[in-house]
Structures are given as C-alpha cells and as structure tokens.
Nanobody, 124 residues
Framework: QVQLVESGGGLVQAGGSLRLSCAAS????????MGWFRQAPGKEREFVAV????????YYPDSVKGRFTISRDNAKNTVYLQMNSLKPEDTAVYYC?????????????????WGQGTQVTVAS
C-alpha cells in the first residue's frame, strides 16, 4: 500500500505559477513511477505528466509541454509538479498517482494508488 497526499493547489491569475507536491508513505517510493492527472468538472481525468522511478525519464502531453515540469526527490518520498504560464483551461482538481512499473503510463486505469486531489483555479 502507498498513501499519497497532494498539496500546493490554490487560486492564481493567468500567467502565474504554482508548485504542487505529493508526499508518499508506505511502500518504497522509488519502486513507483509517479504521474500527475487532472479532472475538470464534467470532463474525464486527463494525463498531465509522468516521471520514472529514478527521475531520469519524463513525459508530457502537448497541452502542458514547456509549461509544466515534473520532478521527484526519492529521499523525501515526494513528487512535484511545477506549473508555469498557467491558463484558465488548466483549472481542475490535480491528482498524483503511483504505478509500480518501469513503463511511463499515461492512462488512469494503469495506476495503482491515488491521492485525494488538490484544487487549482486559474483566473482570467
């Protein structure tokens, strides 16, 4: 079992930045690839970023590439999502998820554990 707790969400103006954190506890954090997803009201959960177990591999969809950066600190059992140049369409609940694999998955059903989410609201 892995427990995940997100933090760092809030209200920001368009063009601003936020840094989300996801603290993990339970089994060995470095055994998991970590992903970030988001879900806006009335929409399906959407892939935002993924990072490999070592942190050397990352992947982003075009919608956030160049604006968002995922990173991890295995010594602190924490994964981060730095979000810059935020847009109103980035407004959503953001979730971190853990996947016990070497593959960088991008679909929610492939992840084993989820946090409770943190709200990000970008005002225009």
């Amino acid at each position: 079992q892995v427990q995940l707790v997100e933090s760092g969400g809030g209200l920001v103006q368009a063009g601003g930045s936020l840094r989300l954190s996801c603290a993990a506890s339970g089994r060995t954090f470095s055994s998991y690839a970590m992903g970030w997803f988001r879900q806006a009201p009335g929409k399906e959960r959407e892939f935002v970023a993924v990072i490999s177990r070592t942190g050397r591999g990352t992947y982003y969809p075009d919608s956030v590439k160049g604006r968002f950066t995922i990173s991890r600190d295995n010594a602190k059992n924490t994964v981060y999502l730095q979000m810059n140049s935020l847009k109103p369409e980035d407004t959503a609940v953001y979730y971190c998820a853990a996947d016990e694999t070497v593959i960088l998955h991008t679909t929610p059903r492939q992840y084993d554990y989820w946090g409770q989410g943190t709200q990000v609201t970008v005002a225009s």
